[in-house]
């Protein structure tokens, strides 16, 4: 199983990002699929999940309306679109297989958002 996320940098607050998760090693419509943030001294904390074959969304609460997640099942990839952002969306975050897992696989990508 491999997961390689990518898309993250610094960004102001409001404004917008789109991550990305190229998943390999394994049935990518066999599995729910996740994003999940870590902010420094914090545990990880859920962010959302989609079915990938039926494509059924799930947000936490702190995210909802404002980020969306998507996948490309031709393309093996996840993304995130995140848009409205605030600083209290600064985190690493990665993409995990299976419902609403936390286990980080891959590197992730790091997201700060500030002024």
């Known amino acids: 199983v491999q997961l390689v996320e990518s898309g993250g940098g610094m960004v102001q607050p409001g404004g917008s990002l789109r991550l990305s998760c190229a998943a390999s090693?394994?049935?990518?419509?066999?599995?729910?699929m996740n994003w999940v943030r870590q902010a420094p001294g914090k545990g990880p904390e859920w962010v959302s999940t989609?079915?990938?074959?039926?494509?059924?969304?799930y947000y936490a609460d702190s995210v909802k309306g404002r980020f969306t997640i998507s996948r490309d099942t031709a393309k093996n990839t996840l993304y995130l679109q995140m848009n409205s952002l605030k600083p209290e969306d600064t985190a690493l975050y990665y993409c995990?297989?299976?419902?609403?897992?936390?286990?980080?696989r891959g590197q992730g990508t790091q997201v700060t958002v500030s002024s």
């Open positions: 995990s297989q299976g419902w609403k897992n936390t286990y980080r």
């Open positions: 090693g394994f049935t990518f419509t066999d599995y729910y």
């Open positions: 989609i079915d990938t074959k039926a494509g059924s969304t």
